[in-house]
């Protein structure tokens, strides 16, 4: 079956954009859960939406938000983007929430802010 | 200036040997633990997991041990090769303030020689 898949895999944006990411869910899965990875801070988390309501959320900026549609695809949006949020952005599922059987990952996608 | 990265701990194993990854989780209340594999490019990729009643699980060729008296978990991979060079993470589920987030570790990077 599918995994879990993220678009773009690579975007790069200037200072003060926005950007949205997409995340689709391994099927039936349906909570979906976004990750920061950076070399300086490693794997933080930012959010976890089940049934379209967000679960958990993590300490980051409002800049940092997200939302889950009705078939479990998952979207985060980053508004005035810095430097600093150049990251590895990954979405994991799971089948329920509460973290019961562990995350899928997806491959992530790489921003970069110029 | 510049900025200080994770200064990840290297494992250099032979490969035939046997490896063991050790971890130090944070909150005495976390309940379930998981060992992640991350590929360069990719997502972290789940291994195994083991949740707090059980002192010891094992998977194909990886065993993973929980110490819950000293807060520590190891992953020992036996017969270790080349394709198991990557960065681990050890991942604890959060029971406290953030019920079913998970927290993962600053990683450790595995290098395989031949």
């Known amino acids: 079956k599918a995994g879990v898949t993220q678009t773009p895999r690579y975007l790069i944006k200037t200072r003060g954009q926005q950007v949205t990411l997409s995340c689709s869910p391994i099927s039936g899965h349906r909570s979906v859960s976004w990750y920061q990875q950076t070399p300086g801070q490693g794997l933080q988390f930012l959010f976890e939406y089940f049934s379209e309501t967000q679960r958990n959320k993590g300490n980051f900026p409002g800049r940092f938000s997200g939302r889950q549609f009705s078939n479990s695809r998952s979207e985060m949006n980053v508004s005035t983007l810095e430097l600093g949020d150049s990251a590895l952005y990954l979405c994991a599922s799971s089948l329920e929430t509460g973290m019961s059987y562990g995350y899928t990952f997806g491959s992530g996608t790489r921003l970069t802010v110029v | 200036g510049e900025s200080v990265g994770l200064h990840l701990p290297t494992l250099s194993v032979q490969e035939g040997d046997n490896s063991i990854i050790n971890c130090a989780y944070s909150n005495s209340a976390s309940d379930y633990f998981i060992w992640y594999k991350q590929e360069s490019g990719k997502g972290p990729q789940f291994i195994i997991d083991i949740r707090s009643n059980m002192d010891k699980r094992q998977g194909q060729r990886v065993t993973v041990l929980l110490n819950k008296t000293v807060k520590h978990l190891s992953l020992q991979i036996a017969a270790t090769q080349p394709g198991d060079s990557a960065v681990y993470f050890c991942?604890?589920?959060?029971?406290?303030?953030?019920?079913?987030?998970?927290?993962f570790g600053a990683g450790t990077q595995v290098v395989v020689t031949p």
């Open positions: 991942a604890e589920r959060m029971t406290t303030d953030s019920w079913g987030k998970l927290q």
